[in-house]
């Protein structure tokens, strides 16, 4: 899957502490118990040395198997004691084991050298957390985008909009078309794009979202050595989805330019599907950045034309006029 080296590295991270927790709530429930009970840590110390024995008794060669079938019943017998002074201390059976979150791969996130389901889902969950932290709002969902704020007579446009995105995020795979979202500030662009990530995140793919005025000064600061690790450009080239929000916003020099396009041209070659969000027409990225750029955008991605007006300002002016009512309601 195709998310970037730090969710990697977070999911990695969060494993590891859980498993760390597991093992330290382990050890102290271990603690007590052999402290109540001085027979129990007794017990614990002489299955140590049963372990010990066995390996002892294979090496020393003569009658193997009558020795390990002895401490094999020795072993046995000290669990069973085990298990009763833990029933007469009113305690589980697996009181004294290690609870790892994950049974299966006890919190390692591997097993047999696979990767767990729930490695796969502490980086759906990394992915979603590093997602709602870059996005400009709380994480959007299809339920929460409202079709009343658009007029009338665009209404059914964006009603048909929407599903389109709903029916995108729902059948993603890596064959899945390009998208660009035109249309003016505030028109549900950025919100789209999130809600569509976030189901396509639950699906189990990889997906990197950003402006791409912050993408472009990591890029740069990578490539002119002012950040240690430059993962940026891979991240960007290699994630399942990427979504570059606000194209077009970005300080434009010569450098932004040519990784604009050196993203969007990588991304088609490898066939890696890629959303792009603009407040720009056509015409206006062509003269921003060239011909050659907007032909491609043209000929590999579909438009979804966002129509309205600037749902941000009418939320703003509602939200003023209920506190106005509030207000009036109060000094009532």
Do not use: W
Not at 110 to 138: F, H, V, W
Not at 188 to 195: D, E, V
Not at 252 to 277: D, G
């Amino acid at each position: 899957m195709g998310y970037s080296r730090e969710v990697y590295r977070n999911a990695a991270a969060a494993l590891a502490a859980r498993r760390a927790s597991a093992e330290r709530e382990a050890s102290e429930r271990r603690a007590a118990f052999f402290e109540a009970c001085p027979r129990a840590a007794q017990i614990e110390r002489e299955l140590a040395r049963t372990g010990v024995a066995a390996a002892r008794a294979v090496l020393a060669g003569g009658n193997v198997r009558e020795n390990l079938t002895r401490l094999k019943e020795s072993n046995l017998a000290l669990q069973r004691e085990q298990k009763e002074l833990l029933r007469q201390a009113g305690l589980p059976e697996d009181h004294l084991t290690t609870r790892y979150t994950c049974a299966a791969c006890g919190d390692t996130g591997y097993i047999d050298g696979k990767m767990c389901a729930c490695l796969r889902q502490a980086l759906r969950e990394e992915a979603c957390r590093e997602l709602n932290e870059l996005s400009p709002l709380t994480l959007s969902t299809f339920e929460t985008f409202s079709l009343d704020y658009y007029p009338e007579q665009v209404r059914p446009a964006m009603e048909k909009l929407l599903f389109h995105c709903m029916e995108y995020a729902k059948s993603f795979s890596f064959s899945s078309p390009n998208i660009i979202m035109m249309g003016s500030t505030g028109l549900g662009k950025t919100h789209l794009s999130l809600a569509i990530a976030r189901a396509v995140i639950d699906r189990g793919y990889g997906v990197v979202y950003g402006s791409v005025n912050n993408l472009i000064d990591k890029l740069e600061r990578e490539h002119f050595g002012r950040d240690e690790e430059a993962s940026t450009r891979q991240s960007l080239m290699d994630c399942d989805l990427l979504i570059l929000d606000d194209l077009g916003t970005e300080f434009r020099t010569a450098f932004s330019v040519a990784e604009v396009y050196n993203l969007i041209n990588t991304r088609q070659m490898t066939r890696r599907p890629t959303i792009i969000s603009t407040n720009l027409t056509m015409k206006e990225l062509e003269t921003a950045y060239t011909n050659r750029f907007t032909s491609r955008i043209m000929a590999d991605y579909v438009r979804c034309l966002f129509q309205g007006d600037d749902i941000r300002q009418k939320k703003r002016m509602l939200g003023a006029q209920n506190r106005t009512r509030q207000n009036g309601a109060g000094r009532a």
